[in-house]
Antibody, heavy 128, light 110 residues
Framework: QLQLQESGPGLVKPSETLSLTCTVS??????????WGWIRQPPGKGLEWIGSIYYSGSTYYNPSLKSRVTISVDTSKNQFSLKLSSVTAADTAVYYCARHRFKYYYDSSGYLDWFDPWGQGTLVTVSS | QSALTQPASVSGSPGQSITISCTGT?????????VSWYQQHPGKAPKLMIY???NRPSGVPDRFSGSKSGNTASLTISGLQAEDEADYYCSSYTSSSTVVFGGGTKLTVL
């Protein structure tokens, strides 16, 4: 049974960089047909997709966060990571990692599809 | 990218049916069949309920169904049960090769 677990500091100071890691167990991060994604949820608010990465390093990012986001993958550790720079209080949220289905077709077109399973989430608070 | 539009809240009595709408544009919901729905109970991670507009993952009750017409996708829950009370989110692939979520709908079982 595939499981994902987020880890990282729960408190980050304004203007610093938020760093989180997602560890995948019960399956390989190098699986074809799947990207690995980060999603966040500010307290009391809705979900926001941050970005997703393939085991080869190919990425897709939310345009509204792209300038501050870096997602990387370490296949040897079966992990992928999120870095969000220059954080402010608006970045306070529960951060989730999830497996992200990717539909690839013979004509080389590809589409980001559903998220499943999700990690339990980790609350990151931006405060001095 | 703008969030997909969902009603803030819906409610229904046990045994009844409810429908939650998710409205986008021809660049997301209307243009692709990569619409999915997630259920989130308080303090828990979201759970995939419907994928690719109308497909149910294994283990999801057949009381949950999805559909799409034009730029609007819908999640219908029939035979409402107390355990269905939760927040529901839709998401869609977009023409910019990104993913956008709806604002979420709080379902109350009366």
């Amino acid at each position: 049974q595939l499981q994902l677990q987020e880890s990282g500091p729960g408190l980050v100071k304004p203007s610093e960089t938020l760093s989180l890691t997602c560890t995948v167990s019960g399956g390989s991060i190098s699986s074809s047909s799947y990207y690995w994604g980060w999603i966040r949820q500010p307290p009391g608010k809705g979900l926001e997709w941050i970005g997703s990465i393939y085991y080869s390093g190919s990425t897709y990012y939310n345009p509204s966060l792209k300038s501050r986001v870096t997602i990387s993958v370490d296949t040897s550790k079966n992990q992928f990571s999120l870095k969000l720079s220059s954080v402010t209080a608006a970045d306070t949220a529960v951060y989730y990692c999830a497996r992200h289905r990717f539909k690839y077709y013979y004509d080389s077109s590809g589409y980001l599809d559903w998220f499943d399973p999700w990690g339990q989430g980790t609350l990151v608070t931006v405060s001095s | 990218q703008s969030a997909l539009t969902q009603p803030a809240s819906v409610s229904g009595s046990p045994g009844q049916s409810i429908t939650i709408s998710c409205t986008g544009t021809s660049s997301d919901v209307g243009g692709y069949n990569y619409v999915s729905w997630y259920q989130q109970h308080p303090g828990k991670a979201p759970k995939l309920m419907i994928y690719e507009v109308s497909n149910r993952p294994s283990g999801v009750p057949d009381r949950f169904s999805g559909s799409k017409s034009g730029n609007t996708a819908s999640l219908t829950i029939s035979g409402l049960q107390a355990e269905d009370e939760a927040d529901y989110y839709c998401s869609s692939y977009t023409s910019s090769s990104t993913v956008v979520f709806g604002g979420g709908t709080k379902l109350t079982v009366l």
